[in-house]
């Protein structure tokens, strides 16, 4: 082979989620802990492809990252013309507690960005003792909705084009401009309708205000990391849930925004580095 | 701030559909930018009397500074987290705005070269952000 091959490999398992077939893709590489990865609203598993180009972390984790329903490369189920898409808590849980089923993870670190980091503190209270530790980056138990998302989707205004045109101010300035258009890219492909899909779980399906306080840490370690450029789920934001869940540990993270692992990897690498080496043991 | 942007070809690609005048306001100090096919053709103080625009992009005076460092702090790094941090706002017709998002944030950059070169075109680099 005269080419570079990255060591991750990708490929498609048939999902029966809420009685729904689903073709979903993922991509793993490395061994051990397995270490589940949820991408953010409107995007698709890419966003971890150094982490699973990262032998430093492969080499104790099996990293796994795949597309939602709807996003990337997976396939939006049968019928979806006929609907419009929505994700729920409930949704989302069954989601990815299907996957971890699917591929027979055993007791897994699970750790998503933005909306995966809202997800996170909703499997540590439901399915805690099932889980080796969750990761939120970006992730707090609740936001105020900011801004009017029917312009997300609508026909005279293009959704991919508005979507990261809006979300590329949660890029820190000092992330690379190579790693900045590669995080946009994902919100510049994403299908029709599918980030304001995603944001009503954000913003109208997921108040955990009332409940991370029953997050039970000896159980399910919980680990929040917030960019300080994140003005979407701010550091306060992330300072706040953090102080309501005992024994939670929070980081916030200088130059970084929204995206840690996809808009400057190398930062991203410093911070989640140790939280991953403590989380081995 | 006309120059600098009728200067790059790729904004005014990106802005061939654009043809309107909008207020930028910073601090009590407006301006009329018009735009023509993505092209600014003119830059005109305000106030004038029953002069329309199709939307304004109002900024504090104590914000703007901040927002044309190169590399601003938290909040001030981006016109959107100005508006929710409360020291700028967007009001009028905001469909073109919206519609062509990506080049009003690089316009919007330009305009920061008044302030300070350097900080301009790192926002170009990062479009307007």
Redesign the interface.
């Known amino acids: 082979m005269v080419v570079k091959i990255e060591p991750a490999t990708g490929r498609y398992m048939q999902l029966n989620i809420q009685g729904r077939q689903n073709r979903v893709y993922f991509e793993e590489a490395g061994r051990g802990i397995p270490l589940l990865c949820l991408h953010t609203a409107g995007a698709d598993g890419s966003q971890y492809r150094h982490l699973l180009n990262d032998p430093g972390i492969t080499r104790d984790y099996r990293v796994i990252a795949f597309d939602m329903p709807w996003h990337g490369k997976s396939l939006p189920p049968v019928g979806y013309h006929l609907e419009e898409y929505k994700l729920t808590t409930e949704l989302y849980v069954d989601t990815v507690m299907a996957v971890c089923r699917g591929l027979e993870l055993e007791k897994p670190v699970i750790m998503g960005c933005s909306m995966g980091g809202r997800i996170v503190l909703q499997l540590a209270l439901s399915h805690g003792k099932d889980l080796r530790a969750v990761i939120g980056l970006e992730g707090a138990d609740h936001q105020e909705p900011w801004y009017d998302t029917e312009w997300l989707h609508r026909p005279d205004v293009h959704g991919g084009e508005v979507s990261a045109a809006l979300v590329s101010g949660l890029v820190a300035p000092q992330s690379p401009d190579e790693y900045r258009w590669e995080t946009l890219w994902g919100y510049l492909q994403s299908g029709p309708g599918i980030f304001k899909g995603d944001l009503y779980f954000y913003r109208a399906d997921s108040d955990y205000r009332d409940r991370v306080a029953d997050i039970d840490t000896t159980q399910c370690p919980v680990y929040l990391l917030t960019g300080e450029y994140d003005f979407s789920c701010t550091p306060e934001d992330t300072l706040r849930t953090a102080a309501r869940i005992k024994g939670a540990q929070a980081t916030i993270m200088e130059g970084l925004g929204h995206f840690p692992m996809s808009e400057d990897p190398e930062q991203f690498r410093t911070y989640i580095m140790p939280v991953l080496d403590q989380i081995r043991g | 701030m006309a120059e600098r942007a009728n200067g790059d070809v790729g904004l005014i690609r990106r802005g061939r559909f654009v043809d309107l005048e909008f207020m930028l306001q910073i601090g009590d100090q407006g301006h009329y930018i018009r735009i023509d096919k993505g092209r600014l053709t003119s830059v005109t103080p305000s106030p004038l009397l029953l002069r329309p625009w199709t939307f304004a992009i109002h900024i504090d005076a104590a914000a703007w500074p901040q927002f044309c460092q190169k ?2 702090r ?2 001030y ?5 100005m508006c ?2 409360g020291v700028a706002r967007i009001d009028g017709d905001i ?1 073109p705005f ?2 062509n ?2 080049y009003f ?1 690089e316009v919007l950059a330009k305009a920061t070269s008044s302030t300070s070169s350097a900080a301009a075109s ?1 926002k170009e ?5």
């Open positions: 590399m601003p938290p909040g790094h981006d016109i959107f987290a929710k941090l469909n919206m519609a998002l990506r944030k790192a680099a990062a479009h307007g952000r």
